[in-house]
């Protein structure tokens, strides 16, 4: 595989974690906060890796050029 492929795999999986994450903070009920920190941590991780993989790949399309 390619670096473009693996920048490309992980760019949809970190958008699938964060959206994840934020799906299951919409639904959650706030009775604790023990309750929220899983889905905060799986939007924040996926939003970093996204933004991350994001801009590696527009550094790596603009290197070819």
Do not use: H, Q, W
């Not at 760019?11 to 906060?33: D, K, M, N, P």
């Not at 929220?36 to 991780?45: A, D, N, Q, R, Y």
């Amino acid at each position: 595989m390619d670096k473009k492929t693996k920048l490309i795999i992980g760019l949809i999986g970190s958008l699938i974690i964060c959206l994840f994450g934020v799906y299951r903070l919409a639904i959650e009920t706030a009775s604790t906060v023990n309750s929220l920190l899983i889905p905060i941590v799986f939007s924040v991780t996926g939003f970093i890796g996204f933004v991350g993989n994001l801009v590696k790949l527009k550094k790596l399309n603009t290197d070819i050029y």
